[in-house]
């Protein structure tokens, strides 16, 4: 158990629509990262979040957000959802002056 | 860009030794790691190795680098059944998010 928790573990969703994922990082742990694993795209860093700015972005699109609140907990917000963005979405969080990156258990998307 | 490849599959007898390997492009990566994902689930990091190192051990994990090359390896000694999962290396460019390889799907025949 990494520490870091993702809900809800499964989504199933409609073409159109939007949903809101959730992460809870590591007790302390300031970093967040949004990742998503496709099967045509693998595994691609989407954001980072730093005690609540945003610090990094990779290949997000604008129809996804994120934020990060005061109790450093995540969420990344999908809209518009089309049937490519059927994928596991991770999060990891990291410690301040840590090398490592822990991730959770992922979230499930599909859209039908 | 930051590239990072690794050979699709790898199958090994239960006993025997399994190595894995990785290379990548972007020479300012501090850091290279090994993440395991066992099937329905999420990443979990096995090992890292400093960039100034070449090796590194941990009980049944041999991590090597080699840097002219850009080619990493993780070498799993004594594989077992529960060592069946997809391996994936990754760097960090300095900007601390992670871009890993494709992954490489570990089969372990008993």
């Known amino acids: 158990d990494s520490g870091v928790t993702q809900t809800p573990k499964h989504l199933i969703t409609a073409t159109g629509q939007r949903v809101t994922l959730r992460c809870s990082p590591r007790s302390g742990d300031l970093s967040v990262y949004w990742y998503q694993q496709s099967l045509d795209q693998g595994l691609q860093f989407l954001i980072q979040y730093y005690n609540g700015e945003e610090r990094a972005k990779g290949n997000i699109l604008e129809r996804f957000s994120a934020q990060q609140f005061p109790d450093l907990h995540s969420e990344l917000n999908l809209s518009s959802l089309e049937l490519g963005d059927s994928a596991l979405y991770f999060c990891?969080?990291?410690?301040?002056?840590?090398?490592?990156?822990?991730f959770g258990p992922g979230t499930r998307l599909t859209v039908l | 860009g930051e590239d990072v490849e690794q050979s699709l599959f790898l199958s090994v007898r239960e006993g025997d030794s399994s190595v894995i390997n990785c290379t990548y492009t972007?020479?300012?990566?501090?850091?290279l790691y090994w993440y395991k994902q066992e099937p329905g689930a999420g990443l979990q990091l096995l090992t890292y190795i400093f960039s100034n190192m070449d090796m590194k051990q941990d009980q049944r994990l041999t991590v090597l680098l080699n840097k002219k090359d850009k080619h990493l390896s993780l070498r799993i000694a004594d594989t077992q059944t529960g060592d069946s999962a997809i391996y994936f290396c990754?760097?960090?460019?300095?900007?601390?998010?992670?871009?890993f390889g494709t992954g490489t799907r570990l089969t372990v025949i008993p």
């Open positions: 972007d020479s300012s990566s501090t850091y």
């Open positions: 990891a969080s990291r410690g301040q002056g840590e090398n490592e990156q822990f």
């Open positions: 990754a760097e960090n460019p300095g900007a601390n998010n992670l871009f």
